[in-house]
């Protein structure tokens, strides 16, 4: 197997390429120790931080900017932004405040304060 990737861990975006099987994946393109972890990581189990906004529901036409706070399963994605959609809070709202939580070993929190 062959996989051309981008390195999306800084912005150089080096072109990784990935040979192999298994354990056995050879890394070439990178720059740093970085982009070899991500392209094994992406070849094996890709994991992504999801960003969204979440509904205040007791104001006005106003949503509060929220992320995964570690890294889920990149096939989960769709999962949790419908439980995402589905989520409302009250204001005030702190920055850190847990809005989800058990969402795959990790929470959704607020990036953002709303008084
Ligand atoms: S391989 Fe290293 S230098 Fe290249 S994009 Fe990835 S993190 Fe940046």
Redesign the pocket.
């Known amino acids: 197997m062959k996989r051309e990737l981008v390195?999306?861990?800084?912005?150089?975006?080096?072109r990784?390429s990935v040979e192999g099987e298994g354990e056995n994946l050879i890394v070439t393109g990178?720059?740093?120790p970085?982009?070899?972890q991500?392209a094994i990581d992406e070849c094996t189990h890709p994991v992504r931080t999801v960003t969204s906004i979440v509904r205040v529901a007791n104001r006005v036409d106003t949503m509060v900017s929220v992320k995964t706070a570690a890294p889920i399963p990149k096939e989960k994605i769709f999962e949790v932004m419908e439980k995402i959609r589905a989520a409302k809070v009250d204001a005030p709202v702190a920055s850190g405040t847990v809005i989800l939580s058990d969402i795959y070993g990790t929470e959704v929190v607020a990036t953002k304060n709303i008084d």
Request: aromatic share 6%; hydrophobic share 25%.
């Open positions: 390195c999306i861990i800084c912005p150089r975006g080096c990784l990178n720059a740093c970085k982009g070899k991500y």
